[in-house]
């Protein structure tokens, strides 16, 4: 059974730093480009970081750039996003999504397999 599980989630004070973990059973993340995304209430779904299979890019969102970064665990399967200097505005529900069709990672949601989602709240 393929299942993308994120983990890392939790509160966090305006400033502040977390680590989000991808990880998977049934697939090998290594063969998939994997994108970050967000959803805060009442809002659509927002790409916010991918990285391509071929170890291409990674690619951010402008409101990611600068503060968050993206990696592989590939010992682990499992994609790491880190994130630092959070904002309020980062709060939101994170999930990873995973697909290995395109020959570049994308920031829409245009992937076959998703995680439940890690909720991040960045307030004091």
């Known amino acids: 059974q393929l299942q993308l599980v994120e983990s890392g989630g939790g509160l966090v004070q305006p400033g502040g730093t977390l680590r989000l973990s991808c990880s998977a059973s049934?697939?090998?993340?290594?063969?998939?480009?994997i994108g970050w995304f967000r959803q805060a209430p009442g809002k659509g779904r927002e790409g916010v970081s991918c990285?391509?299979?071929?170890?291409?890019?990674?690619y951010y969102a402008d409101s990611a750039r600068g503060r968050f970064s993206v990696s592989r665990d590939k010992g682990k399967n499992t994609v790491i996003l880190h994130m630092n200097s959070l904002k309020p505005e980062d709060t939101g529900v994170y999930y990873c999504?995973?697909?290995?069709?395109?020959?570049?990672?994308?920031?829409?949601?245009?992937?076959?397999?998703w995680g439940q989602g890690t909720q991040v709240t960045v307030s004091s």
């Open positions: 049934g697939l090998n993340l290594d063969a998939y480009n």
């Open positions: 990285i391509t299979r071929d170890g291409g890019g990674p």
């Open positions: 999504a995973a697909e290995q069709l395109l020959r570049l990672c994308v920031l829409q949601p245009d992937y076959n397999y």
